[in-house]
């Protein structure tokens, strides 16, 4: 799951005791917000990072296909050597690391990386070894990350590799996913080659966003614009939204947001977004409007209550956090990292038993290895340091 955007039903509280002032709207265009000139008092120019060829192939990475794959004579044979050799070599779910987005040459050398990593990766050798291959959106249910209030909501990309299954004497198309135990039960949708570059450079712009680093990811998320074509990626304005929303200015992160509403009119993330930004601005009256859009939403989705429950732990409110999550498991069950939350929280609180009992659960519901180290981690530093207060979160 690593097409990432953001989530924002979060990040502001309402001003206590404000009136409702007549706000005077003034449309920005949209070449204005993707100058960054508001946000940094100059353009921005997506030339400030160095360009990245995603799905460059080295010479390592051609003598494994040539080694391995080429000598084949059909298309399926070809995937199946492809894959194979893979897998032999140690391209396997321990190598699964969520938010790691690399090229294909990265991957290739550290056998790490999330799926759009993998992604990457396989594109370019397939097409080294003489297939067709496209990147491919699926439409798969997300999953959501937290970071200071923010909801990181997850999306998901696999491959379409034209003509690599037999199929009653021909052969039809076929998904590979890196992510999925079957992912042909899922609406899929074939994107560009930019489209999918733009996914890396989106992913890039996220992470600089969890460290502060704004001008870097603004500038990353430039590049994603740019290779995306015309910012046809709805979750690329709410992005953008959400920077300039964090950066006080609200009318940019308005249109931003109405930009991802007009690309997809059911885009939950540009909604919340809208309803922060005119908080900001003091017209509660149309706040409440797309808040009540997104009541109903909030309520039935467990991962706003995660994110609430990790505010509350962040601050310290030990006893709401653990409320909150008791919400979120009712919804949902089979999430380690709300077990993993829970027993940090019961842990702060002295209750040990607690604490290890909802670590075993968390280890229990986790299925990929990269998931059980992160309760593992946990473990560890309570056998370590028994006086040991863990203030961070582990994703």
């Not at 006086?387 to 994703?395: A, I, K, Q, T």
Request: hydrophobic fraction near 40%; charge should be positive.
């Amino acid at each position: 799951m690593t097409i990432r955007s953001f989530f924002v039903f979060l990040s502001f509280a309402l001003g206590a005791c404000a009136t409702n002032p007549v706000v005077d709207y003034v449309d920005v265009e949209r070449n204005d917000l993707l100058s960054g000139r508001v946000l940094f008092g100059e353009v921005v120019r997506a030339s400030e990072v160095p360009d990245v060829d995603v799905l460059r192939v080295n010479d390592a990475m051609r003598t494994f296909i040539a080694d391995g794959v080429s000598g084949a004579s059909t298309n399926v044979s070809r995937l199946g050597r492809l894959l194979s050799s893979l897998v032999n070599v140690g391209f396997s779910e321990a190598g699964y690391e969520p938010s790691l987005s690399q090229t294909a040459e990265e991957t290739f050398a550290s056998k790490r990386g999330n799926c759009l990593s993998y992604t990457n990766l396989f594109i370019a050798m397939a097409r080294e070894a003489g297939l067709i291959v496209h990147f491919q959106i699926a439409r798969v249910p997300p999953t959501y990350d937290a970071v200071r209030g923010v909801l990181i909501r997850n999306n998901h990309v696999n491959i379409l590799v034209e003509g690599g299954q037999f199929y009653y004497g021909g052969t039809r198309d076929v998904t590979i996913d890196f992510n999925l135990e079957d992912p042909t039960g899922y609406p899929t949708r074939r994107v560009s080659d930019g489209y999918g570059i733009g996914l890396y450079y989106n992913n890039i712009s996220v992470e600089r966003w969890k460290r502060g680093e704004l001008r870097a990811a603004f500038t990353y998320l430039l590049k994603a614009f740019h290779e995306a074509g015309g910012g046809q990626n709805p979750d690329l304005w709410v992005n953008l939204g959400v920077y300039y929303l964090q950066g006080g200015h609200q009318r940019q992160a308005i249109e931003a947001f109405r930009v991802a509403l007009s690309l997809d009119p059911r885009n939950h993330s540009a909604v919340g977004g809208l309803a922060r930004a005119y908080e900001g601005l003091g017209d509660f009256h149309q706040a409440a409007e797309y808040d009540s859009q997104l009541s109903r939403y909030r309520k039935r989705n467990p991962y706003y209550h995660f994110a609430r429950a990790q505010l509350a732990f962040g601050e310290r409110r030990y006893d709401e956090s653990l409320d909150i999550l008791k919400r979120a498991i009712r919804l949902r069950d089979d999430d380690h990292r709300f077990y993993n939350l829970q027993g940090m929280t019961f842990r702060e609180l002295g209750n040990l038993r607690a604490a290890r009992s909802s670590w075993t659960k968390a280890l229990e519901e986790s299925t990929l290895h990269w998931q059980k180290n992160a309760t593992r981690r946990c473990w560890q530093q309570l056998a370590t340091d028994p006086v040991f207060r863990y203030r961070s979160l582990p994703y």
